[in-house]
């Protein structure tokens, strides 16, 4: 069993920056590939971005490349989402999650565990 928590969420001007934290419970937390996902009002959730366990491969939406890094460390049962760069447009819910599966966190099908979610808010 694995436990998410958000944090970092916030409200931001266009340009800003934020930092998302995710901690997770258990001693497992380094065995699990792990992912971001984000839902805006009236839309579905998607994929933002994913780690693998060892940290060594990552994965980003198109939108995000370049602008968000996923990182992670299990030392700290802790994943991490920095986003520089923001826009209104990335004003969401986000969500991180928990996969044991072989393939990477990018598909919502593949999450054991999510978090309750961390609000951010770009103003233009």
């Known amino acids: 069993q694995v436990q998410l928590v958000e944090s970092g969420g916030g409200l931001v001007q266009a340009g800003g920056s934020l930092r998302l934290s995710c901690a997770a419970s258990?001693?497992?937390?380094?065995?699990?590939?792990m992912g971001w996902f984000r839902q805006a009002p009236g839309k579905e959730r998607e994929f933002v971005a994913a780690?693998?366990?060892?940290?060594?491969?990552?994965y980003y939406e198109d939108s995000v490349q370049g602008r968000f890094t996923i990182s992670r460390d299990n030392a700290k049962n802790t994943l991490y989402l920095q986003m520089n760069s923001l826009k209104p447009e990335d004003t969401a819910i986000y969500y991180c999650?928990?996969?044991?599966?072989?393939?990477?966190?990018?598909?919502?099908?593949?999450?054991?565990?999510w978090g309750q979610g961390t609000q951010v808010t770009v103003s233009s």
């Open positions: 258990g001693r497992t937390f380094s065995t699990y590939n």
């Open positions: 999650a928990a996969s044991r599966t072989v393939a990477p966190m990018t598909q919502e099908l593949r999450a054991d565990y």
């Open positions: 780690i693998t366990w060892p940290g060594n491969s990552r």
